[in-house]
């Protein structure tokens, strides 16, 4: 495939958008403008904006996030799993003329109610740079996903990234802290502590007495914080969702580098790659699915 196309990855609080030659990025550019910070645009004069001088009407777009939610342009209905990986490129919306928004997936069982938008997309890139039974993909809602080589079996989310940002701005553990400061010491201080807790509840309030007790230095409470919560979503989660089989990160090269510590604590090796990389492969896939 040679045409021109678009992949866009649009969110809640920002958008990013590429340019595509068949498979080379001829450009790309990124927006503050996501689903929630629209600022009275409407979300065809904000994509027309981001891809000025990049498209005519022949040029498809495809688009996967928060943009395909309640909030978003328009509903993408969600694909209960299993399903194929297959399906996800097969059932996108239109929203105008070449311009579609992929599915989401969902689970809906007595013992599992789980929703995901945009991962969708960079499971279908994983599975090809980084097959694997089992994809851990941290961020502010991290999803852990059960896959074989055909379909997508199950998933479950961990609120470890928001759970850490509420703590810290709108809770006593984070109250009156100043400027915070990196810290690998308190980071693994924390990770330890979480790992080998049987419940993280009751330690989140020694957070704030710890400090306020003098035994962790306050400028460290985020770090400190950010190990407590993965290790505890690393070592419940390992259990539950991942036994003895093999596992892939897909992530931003931060939180790759602590989730792989996390999972080395607990005598875990993992595979990695990077979301970006993922997504891009993944609507990449799609484009020449639809295309052909």
Known sequence: MTARYIAIDWGSTNLRAWLYQGDKCLESRYSEAGVTRL?????????????QDWRNSATPVVMAGMVGSNVGWKIAPYLPVPAHFSAIGEQLTAVDDNVWIVPGLCVSRDDN????RGEET??????????????????????????DAEQI???CTAMTGELHHLLLQHSLVGAG??????????????LD??????????QLFEVRASHVLGHLPREQVSEFLSGLLIGAEVASMSEQ????QSITLVAGAALTSRYQQAFHAIGR???????????QAGIRSIVHAVAN
Do not use: C
Request: net charge negative.
């Open 193 to 202: 502590r979480g790992i080998h807790a049987a419940a993280v509840l009751p």
């Open 241 to 244: 969702f991942a036994g003895s």
């Open 39 to 51: 600022n009275g645009k409407s979300p065809e004069a904000v994509l027309a904006e981001v891809t």
């Open 122 to 147: 960079q499971l279908l890139g994983a599975r090809t740079l980084s097959p694997s039974p089992v994809y851990v993909m941290p961020g502010t809602h991290s999803k852990w996903v059960q896959t």
């Open 153 to 155: 079996h199950d998933f």
């Open 177 to 190: 802290l100043p400027e915070q400061q990196a810290s690998s010491a308190a980071f693994t201080a924390g």
């Open 269 to 279: 090796n993992v595979s990695a790659v990077s979301g970006d990389t993922a997504f």
């Open 113 to 116: 109610h789980n929703v995901m």
